[in-house]
């Protein structure tokens, strides 16, 4: 088993490529694989080409592949399918002919904060967006999930749009540029840990208007989450989980149809209809903030993404019988 991922600087793929790494430890104690191979680093397309075709020189049987790019790796991904390796995108969905997807349905999943803030802030008002690497298949997904929600809202204008790199540090800064030039903003659309350098950013500025923003799924968000509610009790946020469990799922997947099993491809969709698509594990609100908070963050690392791991048997529904 392979494992091909060009961005690190994200708690994330930490968390995903150690999940990866625990969870083939259960095959590996019953003798039905061998060790993980991990390329993992970060690059470029050109990069990620030389991850892959360094897992196809080494023989690998599967390969898991975070893709960076939407289109830039599908000669590489056929050339591993003609030598007869599974292929198999987690996390994020491509359209490569005869490579599986494995992974939430990202588009849904930024709508549904989308539609949260559209409602939240009662169809009108000035927002920015703070997206993550331009070119990666989630990212594309996810804005243009947005970009759909938004256009139901005429009330809504989009003042400004950045990348903040999937990084915290990155996200504050863009967001610290915004409140400078948009000081008076209503709110914010942002995703993963890039939510966290946002709120940290607000909290800096302290503007007269506090502006309705998106969280993460994570403990060190949930955090500020909490320390927000002790100043003002109405405090309100959304946080979608974007479980790093689709991956070890993904690679439970993988075993299986390694094991000679039968995928029943009626139970796919997607574009392709050649993904898994696994649920969201937890949408966090006002309504069910605290009980999260208390039953899934006490006792984990502020990094820790709320998650959810498919076992063995569970993914046995995506099998004929």
Not at 48 to 69: E, F, M, R, T
Request: proline share 5%; hydrophobic share 40%; aromatic share 6%.
């Amino acid at each position: 088993m392979g494992i091909s991922n060009p961005f690190i600087s994200s708690e994330y793929r930490t968390q995903m490529i150690q999940e990866l790494i625990d969870t083939n430890k259960e095959y590996m104690g019953k003798g039905v694989t061998n060790d993980l191979v991990i390329e993992s680093a970060d690059t470029d397309v050109a990069g990620q080409i030389q991850q892959l075709q360094n897992l196809i020189s080494k023989k690998v049987d599967a390969i898991l592949v975070n893709p960076g790019d939407v289109n830039g790796l599908n000669a590489t991904l056929q050339d591993a399918i003609s030598k007869g390796i599974i292929v198999i995108s987690v996390d994020q969905e491509l359209a490569t002919p005869n490579v599986y997807n494995v992974g939430i349905d990202q588009k849904e999943w930024a709508k549904t904060s989308a539609k949260w803030l559209a409602d939240k802030l009662g169809g009108k008002g000035n927002i920015v967006e703070i997206e993550g690497f331009p070119g990666h298949p989630a990212n594309a997904a996810r804005m243009s999930g947005v970009a759909e929600v938004l256009a139901q809202y005429p009330g809504i204008k989009v003042l400004g749009k950045d990348s903040g790199k999937w990084d915290e540090a990155t996200g504050q800064q863009v967001m610290s540029n915004f409140l400078a030039s948009f000081p008076n903003m209503d709110g914010y659309w942002t995703q993963d840990g890039m939510a966290i350098g946002a709120m940290q950013a607000v909290l800096a500025a302290n503007p007269a208007k506090f502006p309705v923003g998106v969280s993460e799924g994570r403990c060190q968000a949930l955090q500020q989450w909490a320390d927000r509610l002790k100043v003002d009790p109405k405090f309100e946020s959304i946080a979608v989980a974007n479980p790093p469990g689709v991956s070890p799922t993904g690679l439970r997947i993988a075993v299986n149809m390694l094991q000679g099993k039968k995928v029943d491809k009626s139970k796919l969709g997607g574009a392709t209809k050649l993904s898994f698509v696994l649920p969201v594990p937890v949408t966090v609100t006002k309504d069910n903030f605290q009980q999260v908070f208390d039953s899934q963050c006490k006792g984990k690392a502020p990094a820790y993404l709320l998650d959810g791991i498919m076992s063995d048997h569970d993914v046995q529904q995506f099998f004929t019988k």
